[in-house]
Each structure stands twice: as structure tokens, then as C-alpha cells.
């Protein structure tokens, strides 16, 4: 045992009469073992933040004028910024991969007297869409079809 | 005991609450046979090394729950677990994110009143006569719950989720799925009553999907599911209840 997890994790409203040690956090937790990969999933979230903050960067670029816009077009060119945007496809995909493999659990038994379509088949249905997704919007971005 | 038989030692918790500050190690080397579980070694401590070592256990055959440990820093039950996996070297301690009463034993009133809270029972607007006859159940209503109707409350999961450890308020994955198993029982009228604790302070959107209870589950019961489930249905009753006012159907 390691580390203390919140002093009042599984605590009784009570007290009882024995005084007891404080509760303990796993010894695994949160880099070791079976935690990582949710730790790293959870971690994931820095990116989507960072990311969020670009696109608010290039928006408002934007309404500065075209010198900002051709800025933000040079920055885009830069290492740095297309390293980041590799890690965050790796983060997008794991993220991706590991929620689309707890999603068929997590439907219920029936929507009134329907019952959701088997595990492999919704699995097949969200890559579909995935990978659909996926292919029209670079399809877009390539000039392809707008 | 002959000098060929195997030995293995144990690195036990110990925590006197009268003596001791704060938990601390205690290590035993016994000798062991194959076919022992880890319980077993316990029990070989306890009646022949030292008696002062305290731990639950009951059925010995992974239906009742109690002997749930951290075994090599894994939430475990020890009655199921064959110790020839184990190396020479085993940790055993109480479960993670417990307090601890004594040595191995944790306090599981908090877990007690987490279950009480999702009224883990069949709920009916109307008491059914005795001369109506019993409530008919087909086999596939019945399929729908029979997984999560399979706990048997050894709280292994409250030791692996993480959101246990940093939130005293959340009801965790067992009480959760048992409150989803009666709510989706077609006998039970309580979903409604379920859905306000399950959207409460602590309810199932403190869940963020870890899915380590389901790891350490060791009747399959499959708990983040169920609470995933719940959450969906909790929802589905939340927005219902916009629309239609309660008790609008009857």
C-alpha cells in the first residue's frame, strides 16, 4: 500500500466506535498496471483543450484581418505544430478506440420494444461511421468537393 | 513437515487500532501446498503461526463475498484464488479505499449504506394479493437483469474504481448495479424513485467509465455496464418527466 486515497472514501455517515486507518489508494494507481490506459485516456483531455484553444486562435484571426489569417497559415506549416497534431491523431484514436469498445455495454437491454442491434454489429455500425466521417470531411479539406 | 515441501512467505497488513499508529507489514513463510488458495494460507497462519491475525471469510467457494483482499495489489477474492500462480512472495492486505477496522478486516458499513440508498429490493405501487397468484416473469425478461442480479457484494469493485477513491459521495459500481438490476425488473415499480438517487449528489454521472470494476469482477457481473446503463435510463426518466408530469400515466 501506497498512498492515501480520500480520507473519507467508503466511510461510514457514522463513525463507528474503532478508530481505523485511513483508506488506502490502489498501489497501481494512477500510472501502473490496469490504470494506465484510463489515466492516459483521462489525459487526453490536455490536448482536446490545447486544441480547442487553436481553433479559438485561428477563428479569431479571422476577424483580424487576412496578415493574422496568413500568420496562422505560416504557424500551421511550423514542426512544432504538425508534431502536436500527430500526438493528438494518436490521442484521438486511442480515445476513439477505447470508447467504441465500452459503448455496446452501455446501451440498455431495450428502448421500449426495441433492443439494440448486437455487439459486433453497433461495433461494425461506429467504425463505419468513424471511418465515413473520417473520409468525407479529408475528401472537403483536399478541395474535393466544396 | 518435511524440508521438501514448498514454502512461500506472505507479506501481511497488520493494524491493531489499539497499538498501532498506522498499518504496517508482517511477513510469515509457511509451508503450502499446491492445491491451497490464498485463503488457505491465511487459515495456516491463523491456527498455526498467529492467532492474532484477523480477516473475514465464510463459504470458501466465492458465494458470499467476505474474503475480498488486495492480493499482490490486486483487489481479489481469496477463496477463489490458487496460489500456485503466485510467486514465493505474496502481499496480501485489505481492500483499497477502505478503511481499515483491523488487519485485514475493512469497515463496510459505508458500502451498507451506499446499498440501502438505491433500495435494493422489488418496489410496487400496489401490494399484489396472496390470492392473486405469484407475478409471472418471462425467460427473457428475466435474461435482462439475470447479470447484474449475480452480485454477491464482496465490494472488489469499490477497490478498483478509481472515482471511489477520490469521491466519498458516490454510490460505486456494486450498489449501482444492483439498484439498475430491481429497475429493470419487470416486476418493479421503483425505477422513478431509483432515477432521482442515481441523478443525485454521487449518482451515476460521477462515473467516468473506467471500467476497472468490470476488470476485478469475479462473478462477471459486469458492473459498468450496468451503471452505464443506468445513466441512459436516468436520463430517458429525467426527460420523460418534463413532458409528462408524474403519476401523468396512470
Redesign the interface.
Given at each position: 500500500?501506497s498512498r492515501n486515497?480520500?480520507p473519507?472514501?467508503?466511510?461510514?455517515?457514522k463513525p463507528?466506535r474503532?478508530?481505523?486507518?485511513?483508506?488506502?489508494?490502489?498501489?497501481?494507481?494512477?500510472f501502473g498496471?490496469?490504470?494506465l490506459a484510463?489515466t492516459l485516456f483521462?489525459l487526453t483531455g490536455i490536448l482536446y483543450l490545447l486544441l480547442g484553444f487553436l481553433v479559438l486562435c485561428a477563428v479569431w484571426s479571422l476577424g483580424s484581418g487576412e496578415a493574422a489569417w496568413n500568420g496562422v497559415l505560416e504557424r500551421n506549416r511550423s514542426m512544432l505544430y504538425v508534431g502536436f497534431h500527430a500526438i493528438a491523431l494518436v490521442g484521438v484514436i486511442f480515445v476513439g478506440i477505447r470508447f467504441f469498445g465500452?459503448f455496446p455495454?452501455?446501451?440498455?437491454?431495450?428502448?421500449g420494444p426495441v433492443k439494440p442491434p448486437p455487439k459486433p454489429v453497433i461495433l461494425a455500425m461506429l467504425y463505419a461511421l468513424w471511418i465515413g466521417v473520417t473520409a468525407f470531411l479529408s475528401i472537403v479539406l483536399a478541395g474535393g468537393i466544396f | 513437515m518435511s524440508d521438501g515441501q514448498q514454502k512461500k512467505t506472505f507479506v501481511v497488513t497488520r493494524f491493531d487500532p489499539d497499538r498501532d499508529e498506522a498499518p504496517r507489514k508482517q511477513s510469515y513463510e509457511i509451508p503450502v501446498q499446491p492445491d491451497w488458495k490464498v485463503l488457505d494460507a491465511l487459515n495456516f497462519i491463523k491456527d498455526e503461526v498467529d492467532g492474532t491475525l484477523s480477516y473475514r471469510w465464510s463459504c470458501r467457494m466465492a458465494v458470499c463475498g467476505s474474503c475480498g483482499m488486495m492480493v499482490n495489489g490486486e483487489p481479489r477474492l481469496t477463496c477463489k484464488e490458487a496460489l500456485s500462480q503466485y510467486g514465493d512472495t505474496v502481499d496480501v492486505g485489505p481492500l483499497a479505499n477502505f478503511p481499515v477496522v483491523r488487519d485485514l478486516v475493512i469497515e463496510a458499513d459505508g458500502f451498507m449504506e451506499k446499498l440501502t440508498s438505491v433500495k435494493p429490493w422489488i418496489i410496487r405501487a400496489k401490494e399484489r394479493a396472496v390470492e392473486e397468484g405469484p407475478m409471472r416473469q418471462s425467460p427473457a425478461e428475466h435474461e435482462e437483469f439475470k447479470q447484474f442480479s449475480l452480485c454477491i457484494n464482496c465490494m472488489l469493485c469499490y477497490s478498483a474504481c478509481p472515482v471511489v477513491a477520490n469521491e466519498p459521495e458516490f454510490l460505486g459500481p456494486a450498489a449501482i448495479a444492483v439498484g439498475h438490476r430491481y429497475s429493470i425488473d419487470s416486476r418493479d415499480e421503483g425505477a422513478a424513485e431509483r432515477n432521482e438517487v442515481f441523478r443525485g449528489e454521487g449518482g451515476v454521472f460521477s462515473c467516468s467509465f473506467a471500467n476497472e470494476c468490470s476488470e476485478v469482477c469475479p462473478k462477471n457481473v459486469d458492473p459498468a455496464a450496468a451503471v452505464n446503463q443506468a445513466k441512459f435510463n436516468a436520463v430517458i426518466d429525467w426527460a420523460t418527466g418534463l413532458v409528462l408530469p408524474r403519476g401523468g400515466d396512470e
Open positions: 500500500m486515497a480520500h473519507d472514501a467508503m466511510a461510514p455517515s463507528g474503532t478508530r481505523t486507518a485511513p483508506p488506502q489508494l490502489p498501489d497501481q494507481f494512477p498496471g490496469r490504470y484510463y483521462d465500452f455495454k452501455a446501451q440498455p437491454p431495450r428502448i | -
